[in-house]
């Protein structure tokens, strides 16, 4: 072999080598795409449908955040019942702590908000004050949450109690699936009043707030947080939750009306 045809072989052997180098360097097309982050499911109270967006939308992070929304009771039986469910933001402790006590819940259960509770009625409503609510003719009615499944028909029951008027009112109660059904009783004029949550009433132009809970007789209505074993992103429920104890999280929850933790 000649000189001249040497020096060729030996530039061809030296590119050869750095070509092959590069590409054992070079990531895999699998390896080239950043892995994406597991989605993250919440059952969230029908109470949060209004700000949980928000929420969502200024957490940010890499990743879905898929959201069912639910009276609490109910979504407390969808846990039980092996719904792959990572974070739960019920509307009441009882719930969340009856999830814990199965052992579905990981951590502890924490306080993201409050709330409070408010008589409505349609935009021509008749005075009326939670003190007053036995005094709602035979013909009309007063919605309120199913107690057994909706925190806020729960939370109702418990003032009509504290007041008194809780059996003097059986025959004129109608039962609400959720918080929204509650509303919707009162918007169509179909009742005379209806106890919800203040924040159901933000941007609401057809019904009035006749009255809002207050002294000994009001429960503290809270929005109670935990994460649960049966989802498939515990990280992310957790990391979630962690987050809506942030300030940034905590004024947007008060933007939409609800009271601190």
Known sequence: MSARSFTRGKGFLAAAAIALAFTACKPSASEDAAAPMPETTVAAATSLRNVLPALIARYGVAGKISVTYGASGDLR????????IDLVLFASRKPVEALGEKGLT???AVRIATNRLVLIGPANAK???????????AGDHLAIGDPGAVPAGDYAKQALQKLGSWDALQDRIVFGGDVAGVLAY????EVAGAIVYKTETQGIADIVVLDEASDEYAPTA????AATRGGTSLAGGKAFLVWLATPDAQKILADAGFGPR
């Open 222 to 225: 809270e929005v109670i947080g």
């Open 127 to 137: 005075p009326l004050t939670f003190k007053t609510l036995d005094t709602i003719p």
């Open 106 to 108: 990981d951590g502890e």
């Open 186 to 189: 009162a918007r169509r004029g």
């Open 77 to 84: 039986k969808q846990v039980e019942g092996g719904a792959p």
